[in-house]
């Protein structure tokens, strides 16, 4: 493996275990959410992860469902 490759692994190693690190900090980041919860939805061909959140003055209401497709993420 070339020097480049290197350290082209180990830049994007960091940012994931930097992304990783966000992602575990609690809801506190998000002023206005009661509940961030990651979830797993059954699908065709295993389990599919999610996030839940919920607003502090929620209320009964049609659910939004965004789907990330799946580019620019490392």
Request: hydrophobic share 45%; glycine share 10%.
């Amino acid at each position: 493996m070339s020097m480049t490759q290197n350290a082209e692994r180990a830049i994007l190693a960091q940012t994931r275990r930097g992304l990783r690190t966000l992602l575990a900090v609690p809801a506190e980041r998000a002023a206005g959410l009661a509940k961030v919860e990651d979830i797993a939805i059954p699908g065709p061909y295993g389990q599919l992860r999610a996030r839940y959140y919920e607003a502090v003055n929620a209320e009964t209401a049609p659910l939004l469902v965004y789907f990330h497709g799946g580019g620019f993420v490392c």
